[in-house]
Each structure stands twice: as C-alpha cells, then as structure tokens.
C-alpha cells in the first residue's frame, strides 16, 4: 500500500493542526487590535498587544505540539519545516509532498471558517485577516527578518530535538520563540516564517502583497540552518522529523538512539539488544 492511502490520517492532522493555529490567530487579533474591542481600549500600548499576542500564539503553538495529533503527525504544520526534513532524509518524498498540501488546504481552510464566525471584524484594517505583509521598513528588511526569524527557529528546533536531555522541551522551546518573534520581529514582517500561513489570508483576503517573500525567505532560512547543522554535527546526529517524539506510530524514517548500558556483565553481554527505535514504524 503506498504512503497516501497508509498515511492519510497524519495529513489530516497536519491540515486540522495549522487551521486551528489560523483560528486561534484570528480570534485573538480581533480580541486584541479591533478599534471596537475593550481589550483593544484597555491597552493602548501597541508593544504590550503583541506581548499578549505572543503569549497567546505560543501557547496555541505548544498546545499542538504535545497534542495527540501533533505527536503523531510531528507538527510541522509548515511547509518550510516539512522541506528541511525532506531534505535532512527523514521524510519520504510522497510524504512531503501530501505534507505539504495538506498545510497550504488548513492554513486556508482555517482563515476561511474564521472570516465567516468573526465577520465583519476580521476585514477591518487592522485586523485584516491576519495577513502577513512587509512593514514599513519595506520588503528587504521584512525577507531579512523572515530569513534570520526562520534560520533560529530551525537551528534551535535541530539542537533540541537531538538532544536527549532536552528533546521533551522543544515544544516548550518552539512555543517561546513564537511568543518572541511576535513581539519583537512583527512590525518587520508580520513574523510568519511559514508559507502556508501567509497564503490562507492572501487568498481569502485577496491580498498578495510581497507573497514572494513568505515563500522564499523561510524555505532559505531554514534550508540554510540545516545545512550548517549537518555540516558541523553530521546526518547521524539528526535522529527525526517529529518535534515532540513519543512511543506512538511515527511514519518517519527514524535513527535508533543507542542505550549504553554499564551494568554487571551479563547486561554487558546483552548490549546488543539495547539499541532502542524512536519510533514504532517508518516509511
């Protein structure tokens, strides 16, 4: 049986995962940036908004990392993050592909359902559907940003994820660079680092404003973080393509992590029974 039809329920996953990231984003910008919204009037400070936007979106980010589906799909939940690992060799190229799709269809689908339940204060300017566009430094700066924004993530997400001590934190971790980015990289690009989530609301909005930048910038950053990864700790370092791996289905292709034990001598004599997979099956 090929991959689409074993696999489908992944995709699923994947496609449900970025809509609700899309949902949560536009239930908390009109909650925080609508001119008619107390929130909005209680909090004048624009840094302050984006503070608790952050917050919110990090949140929203760790809550699908460790949920059920998001630990057995990998929650990538993005195009750009699903590219690196094809091109790290951990996931299969129809994989990808179906990966792929499936986050462009949630991003778009989940901005849609929002648009109908939050009309008419999505469409108002600042709101907006939650576009991401260049800010006023223009659209230079706003690829930089997306690039530098994307190549961290990435680089941290390798580094965490390999580690064993620190492997069960790079939900946490990944949650608190969102929450950050928000904050601080925002008025430069919007802060996307994900090409499915910039076209949900350029598609439902019909906004295509610097779209070219959301689609190369993240790919580059990402591709080139690992890159340098693999240049200085090697493949074998990079054990899979999931950010949250537990002992659940895994349909990546997995590195067994070794288990050295240094016990009494018959535990010796059984080492070789002690290399352990990450995962209960691959593609």
């Not at 503070?51 to 949140?59: F, R």
């Not at 800010?135 to 997400?157: D, H, N, W, Y």
């Not at 899979?240 to 997995?254: N, S």
Request: aromatic share 8%; proline share 7%.
């Amino acid at each position: 049986m090929n991959a689409p039809a074993r696999h489908w329920p992944e995709y699923l996953m994947e496609s449900a995962g970025l809509g609700a990231f899309m949902g949560s984003a536009a239930a908390m910008t009109v909650i925080l940036e609508h001119p008619s919204s107390p929130v909005r009037a209680l909090i004048a400070d624009p840094m302050l908004r984006r503070v608790l936007m952050g917050a919110a979106m990090g949140l929203t980010a760790a809550a699908l990392v460790y949920s059920p589906w998001g630990r057995r799909s990998g929650a990538h939940l993005n195009p750009a993050v699903t590219l690196t690992f094809f091109r790290l060799g951990k996931i299969a190229r129809r994989d990808a592909w179906c990966y792929a799709c499936a986050q462009f269809v949630g991003g778009a689908l989940g901005i849609a359902a929002a648009a109908m339940l939050l009309r008419p204060w999505i469409s108002d300017p600042a709101v907006n559907y939650v576009a991401t566009l260049p800010g006023a430094s223009g659209s230079a700066v706003a690829f930089t940003g997306e690039a530098a924004i994307s190549f961290l993530l990435m680089t941290i997400v390798l580094a965490t994820s390999n580690h064993a001590p620190l492997a069960r934190f790079t939900g946490v971790i990944v949650a608190c660079l969102v929450a950050a980015f928000i904050t601080f990289e925002a008025p430069l690009s919007g802060m996307s680092m994900n090409p499915a989530r910039t076209f949900g609301p350029d598609l439902v909005g019909s906004m295509w404003r610097g779209v070219w930048i959301y689609f190369v910038a993240p790919p580059l950053g990402m591709l080139a973080a690992a890159e340098l990864y693999v240049r200085v700790r090697g493949h074998q370092a990079i054990r899979c393509a999931k950010l949250h791996h537990d002992d659940g289905p895994c349909i990546f292709r997995c590195t067994p992590r070794q288990t050295t034990h240094r016990g009494t001598e018959a535990q010796r004599k059984n080492e070789h029974q002690t290399s352990v997979p990450q995962c209960l099956g691959v593609s």
